[in-house]
T-cell receptor
Framework: NAGVTQTPKFQVLKTGQSMTLQCAQDMNHEYMSWYRQDPGMGLRLIHYSVGAGITDQGEVPNGYNVSRSTTEDFPLRLLSAAPSQTSVYFC???????????FGQGTRLTVV | KQEVTQIPAALSVPEGENLVLNCSFTDSAIYNLQWFRQDPGKGLTSLLLIQSSQREQTSGRLNASLDKSSGRSTLYIAASQPGDSATYLCAPCTGTASKLTFGTGTRLQVTL
């Protein structure tokens, strides 16, 4: 099993550009989520989904959009990138909410 | 709001030592607590998950305990090895979002 796969691994954007971070899992997990990790801070929840067609906001949702059209995929969209969005982004999945979470390898994003 | 503190922030021990990593959290209404390791530039690897009804969970040389009422968890690593060098993160799971709240972790170095 590939587990949770994130692409790309690295990305540099200019301020104002948009992009989509991809996340896919092959474990038939219902629950998926996005976190960002910044130096000196713990990971913070951006958005989450409890199943296909259902998404909700986490702790720091501003500037990000998500959708969940399939069980496998949960892309994160940056609408208009800002330097404050420079971070490492992690996607996670679990069989259901409140079960063991599995994380992808992360996407390191730099906005200049 | 859940807050997580991990002590110590950094730890260096010689190979073979047994060690304890501490995690405290402010909101005891948790579903479970998960311990992860993170290698530099990598994603999070799940080590152990303790349900709120459990007191301990073991996997190989790792043993995690949970005292939900006092908001504490410990990760015990027996007979440490250089390959254990990593940052260890604890994350209690709370709320309708099944949000994992992370501290900044304990950075462990095991020397030869």
């Amino acid at each position: 099993n590939a587990g949770v796969t994130q692409t790309p691994k690295f990305q540099v954007l200019k301020t104002g550009q948009s992009m989509t971070l991809q996340c896919a899992q092959d474990m038939n997990h219902e629950y998926m989520s996005w976190y960002r990790q910044d130096p000196g801070m713990g990971l913070r929840l951006i958005h989450y989904s409890v199943g296909a067609g259902i998404t909700d906001q986490g702790e720091v949702p501003n500037g990000y959009n998500v959708s969940r059209s399939t069980t496998e995929d949960f892309p994160l969209r940056l609408l208009s990138a800002a330097p404050s969005q420079t971070s490492v982004y992690f996607c996670a999945s679990s069989f259901q909410r409140n079960t063991e979470a599995f994380f992808g390898q992360g996407t390191r994003l730099t906005v200049v | 709001k859940q807050e997580v503190t991990q002590i110590p922030a950094a730890l260096s021990v010689p190979e073979g030592e047994n060690l304890v990593l501490n995690c405290s959290f402010t909101d005891s209404a948790i579903y479970n607590l998960q311990w992860f390791r993170q290698d530099p530039g990598k994603g999070l690897t799940s080590l152990l998950l303790i349900q709120s009804s459990q007191r301990e969970q073991t996997s190989g040389r790792l043993n995690a305990s949970l005292d939900k009422s006092s908001g504490r968890s410990t990760l015990y690593i027996a007979a440490s090895q250089p390959g254990d060098s990593a940052t260890y993160l604890c994350a209690p799971c709370t709320g309708t979002a099944s949000k994992l709240t992370f501290g900044t972790g304990t950075r462990l170095q095991v020397t030869l």
